[in-house]
């Protein structure tokens, strides 16, 4: 197939993906409907050299650094550190998901697929490319395909937790505001401009010369020096966890923008990428490996959510969050932005009579699950999954 006949191909079907997400309000994810039309394509005709043929595999896997620098450039410091309390809830449920899948899940579907499955159940996209190619390094090919397919339906299990832990929650909200037991000035502080960057060590650009070139090339920068400080202290730290890490302190500094990609009109491009490497592994799940996998996959679901609930009731007692938020909290790690916005949404115009009922639960709840997406998609979950790896 040729080169631009493959990438039309995967286009048209990242297309779709899209589209149903957009109409089903991310119900169906986008990962999720795409996922099995790549699935259900490869078993009806859609060449198993698909990826192959588009020639961009290779090119992928150098714009996921870039990627993680622009993920560095998405919430700051201070935003984090004023939602302490919904941070930790967040990093305590991936720890707590993690042992138990460790400890309960390996003598139940074994320890290469308790490993391999907390990177897609504790975060999103890159966590799960990590795992996956520590397990291709291994030779474990169909831990790779598990990966992707928990990965595809992670979705399916979040959001349907987050709607109703929230919709509780905003209930207990709404009550005591109608009560006047709480009252409407009792909100998390307003979170800080993200255009002006923490601290301003470098001057700001322009905008006349905020050219998508010149904020590629800033961003290429700064990946690239991520990549070569992993190498210096012999990648014992994830070139991934690197890249995030300088892609956050490049943005608290002022080298890069707020949402730098976003304003070099590349955001879209580099995802279009970052996903080749994910769905390539379904080329070799057969229908018989699929079922295979359908067991171990519902066990590692079922087995996370122990984990996440034992967390959620913890924190009710310490923090003064109520389980119900705290288990809307960890659930983020399985959908993240926009799912984290959509759900948020959804669940305040259904509780909410009039505007002021409605401003009154976005404060109180937005926020937090936003915070809580980014901490444990883009940050935590990435971390995890580097440490992860040394284990395999």
């Known amino acids: 197939m040729p080169a631009l006949t493959a990438i039309l191909v995967i286009a048209i079907i990242y297309a779709i993906g899209d589209y149903v997400s957009h109409k089903t309000k991310a ?18 005709g859609i060449p198993k050299t698909l990826f192959d043929d588009s020639k961009i595999a290779p090119v992928a896997m150098a714009f996921i650094s870039m990627l993680m620098v622009y993920m560095g450039s998405l919430m700051k410091i201070k935003d ?10 967040a990093i305590s449920a991936l720890i707590a998901l993690s042992a138990t899948l460790y400890f309960i899940g390996t003598p139940l579907i074994g320890r290469e697929q ?25 030779g474990l090919e169909a831990l790779t395909v598990f990966a992707t397919l928990l990965l595809v339906l992670q979705s399916f299990i979040g959001l349907p937790i987050a709607s109703f832990c929230l919709k509780r929650e905003g209930k207990r909200l709404l009550a005591g505001f109608r009560s006047g037991a709480i009252v409407e000035n009792q909100v998390a502080k307003k979170a800080s401009d993200p255009e002006v960057p923490t601290w301003r060590l470098i001057p700001a650009l322009p905008k006349a010369l905020q050219t998508p070139f010149i904020l590629l090339a800033k961003t290429l920068f700064v990946a690239w020096l991520s990549v070569s400080a992993a190498g210096l202290i012999g990648n014992v730290i994830h070139p991934f966890i690197v890249a995030l890490f300088f892609g ?51 066990l590692a679901f079922a087995i996370s959510l122990i984990g996440m609930v034992a967390v959620a009731l913890l924190f009710s007692k310490l923090l003064g969050y109520s389980w119900e938020l705290s288990l809307a ?5 399985l959908f993240g932005f926009p799912g984290t916005y959509i759900i948020s949404q959804e669940v305040v115009n259904s509780l909410s009579q009039n505007d002021g009922e409605k401003q009154f639960l976005l404060k109180r709840i937005l926020p937090k699950m936003l915070i809580a997406g980014f901490t444990t998609v883009t940050v935590a979950s990435v971390i995890l999954a580097g440490f992860i790896v040394k284990m395999f």
């Open 27 to 44: 119900i169906f994810s986008m990962m999720f409907t795409s996922g099995l039309l790549f699935l259900v394509g490869f078993w009806v």
């Open 114 to 138: 308790a490993l391999t499955a907390i990177g897609p159940i504790s975060g999103g996209v890159v966590a799960t490319l990590i795992v996956s190619e520590a397990a291709k390094a291994k």
């Open 248 to 298: 956050i302190i490049a943005y608290e500094v002022g080298f890069i923008e707020y949402k730098v990609l976003d304003k070099a009109n590349s955001a879209g491009l580099a995802m279009f990428f970052l996903l080749v490497p994910i769905f390539i592994s379904l080329s070799k799940a057969t229908p018989e490996l699929v079922v295979s996998l359908l067991i171990p996959m519902l």
């Open 329 to 333: 909290i960890g659930s983020t790690c």
């Open 80 to 89: 984090l550190k004023d939602e302490w309390r919904t941070v930790l809830v």
